[in-house]
């Protein structure tokens, strides 16, 4: 493909999909938002995990999603603070399908995978769990290990943010490439080392409480400071050298790379369980210690120390598995509640009659039933078993609140959840479809031999629209 020199990381969103792209209905935001701002987490736009853990867009409408991002809520300025958010990765795929005029997946296969010899790749969407090699999903589950359920892990239109399968062996020859700046093993340079160092410059400085959860200090032996992100990686200072790193979580399966691309080292450490996994208590300590080794340096955990982190220097931490504090049904007059709210980007809410009880149905997967009425209008969401068993050390508590009664019946409802602080609302009078006009501002591997990485398309989505717009 040619080069194209008027593109680059400081491109806009609206330059790549048109002027009538909107991100939020600040026209600042739509106007001036560009890669490098989606990349860096650093949009200032509102974060929809909830949409994605909910499957309400199937792959097919990604398109779809993206000419309704005019209705998510902003969260802060744009360029003013770090602010994590999936949906921004997903949007910088269908950048790149936008630049490329392909599939997301089929330019990564032909712009990276297929150059570095990398056959095992496949989305986890696509992912064959009845294959024997394939890693599945565990969770801890009453004191007992139990396969998770494959039907959660589906990324959709995020597939960007993190959803690419790899064996082993493939899995060091990304990391290979991230280490050479860009390069196969056979010398051959896929990405400039220029463009390459770009991603891992600062580009957002972190928020203390960011800092503080990433970063190690005194009484722990050996310091160390995570003090930036740049595209796709964080920034940390440890034992006199500046390394970059990234962890990534989708329930069972979480993952952390750390680079140091002076002296050419990496590490990768994944796992399919148990859920609920503490990157930072679980596979952080991990990375130290190998890294430690790498370095020639002692390493200040041992056998002992590495299952008791953070003690014996910090406080041990507690991690009682994730329970649904409900107490009572609701069970009385259903009338007023039940029917079909909607939302032109967030989709449809059902709220159903059962035998007095009130059940509600968000999407695919986030289905329950309604407890610890409130105040007339608020209730709090039980969530089914099979689903909470996945999703419960996510979502949290689940706060749900009719309101705007009129007609003999509530017209509004809001879903709050508080484990990752979103809020949803869906109203009666309006209609969720995939076919409607898009900018309505209406209120409404795994193992695939052995290992899944969730942190490889921080990277290869970056390197694609590298080797779309910049110098091979």
């Not at 290979?176 to 891992?200: A, C, H, I, Q």
Request: glycine content about 8%; charged content about 20%.
């Amino acid at each position: 493909m040619q080069a194209d020199s008027s593109l680059s990381w400081k491109t806009t969103l609206r330059e790549i999909f048109g002027e009538e792209f909107r991100l939020t209905s600040d026209p600042v935001v739509s106007s001036h938002t560009t890669l490098e701002d989606i990349l860096s987490h650093r949009s200032g736009v509102g974060s929809a995990d909830a949409l994605l853990m909910a499957q309400v867009y199937p792959e097919k409408y990604r398109d779809v999603l993206r000419r309704r991002l005019i209705l998510l809520p902003k969260k802060g300025q744009i360029r003013g603070q770090f602010s994590y958010n999936n949906l921004m990765y997903g949007l910088a795929g269908m950048a790149a399908e936008a630049i490329g005029g392909k599939p997301y997946f089929e330019l990564m296969r032909e712009k990276l995978l297929e150059p570095l010899n990398i056959t095992t790749a496949v989305l986890v969407d696509n992912l064959d769990y009845s294959q024997p090699l394939t890693s599945k999903p565990h969770q801890m589950i009453k004191g007992s290990v139990k396969r998770s359920d494959p039907r959660f892990y589906r990324l959709g239109p995020f597939s960007p943010a993190g959803g690419l399968c790899l064996s082993p062996t493939d899995l060091t020859k990304w990391l290979y490439f991230v280490n050479t700046l860009g390069t196969t093993p056979s010398k051959k340079r896929l990405v400039s080392s220029f463009d390459f160092m770009e991603m891992t410059s600062s580009k957002v400085a972190l928020d203390f409480l960011t800092q503080l959860g990433f970063s190690l200090f005194d009484p722990y032996p050996q310091p160390s400071y995570t003090a930036w992100y740049g595209m796709g990686w964080f920034g940390r200072f440890y034992r006199g050298s500046v390394d970059f790193f990234h962890g990534g979580s989708m329930f069972s399966y979480n993952s952390v790379v750390v680079m140091d691309t002076i002296k050419q080292t990496g590490i990768a450490v994944t796992v399919n369980g148990l859920n609920p996994t503490i990157l930072q208590l679980d596979l952080y300590p991990l990375a130290y210690y190998l890294k430690d080794l790498l370095l020639d340096k002692t390493p200040w955990l041992n056998k002992t120390t590495i299952c008791s982190y953070p003690e014996p220097w910090g406080n041990p931490f507690f991690r009682p598995p994730p329970t649904q504090n409900v107490e009572e049904k609701y069970v009385g007059e259903t009338g007023e509640f039940v029917g079909v709210f909607g939302h032109t980007l967030y989709g449809e809410v059902l709220v159903t009659d059962n035998n007095q009880s009130i059940d509600l149905k968000w999407g695919e997967v986030m289905k329950g039933t309604l407890y610890d009425r409130t105040n007339l209008l608020s209730f709090r969401l039980r969530v089914d078993d099979d689903v909470f068993s996945v999703l419960g050390s996510e979502i949290g508590d689940i706060k749900v609140v009719f309101n705007q009664f009129y007609s003999g019946q509530y017209n509004n409802l809001d879903i709050t959840f508080q484990g990752m602080m979103e809020k949803y609302n869906f109203s009666r009078d309006v209609e969720f479809n995939f076919f409607l006009p898009s900018q309505s501002t209406s209120s409404s591997t795994a193992r695939l031999i052995s290992f899944m990485t969730e942190f490889c398309p921080f990277v290869l989505i970056m390197s694609i629209l590298v080797n779309l717009f910049n110098r091979l």
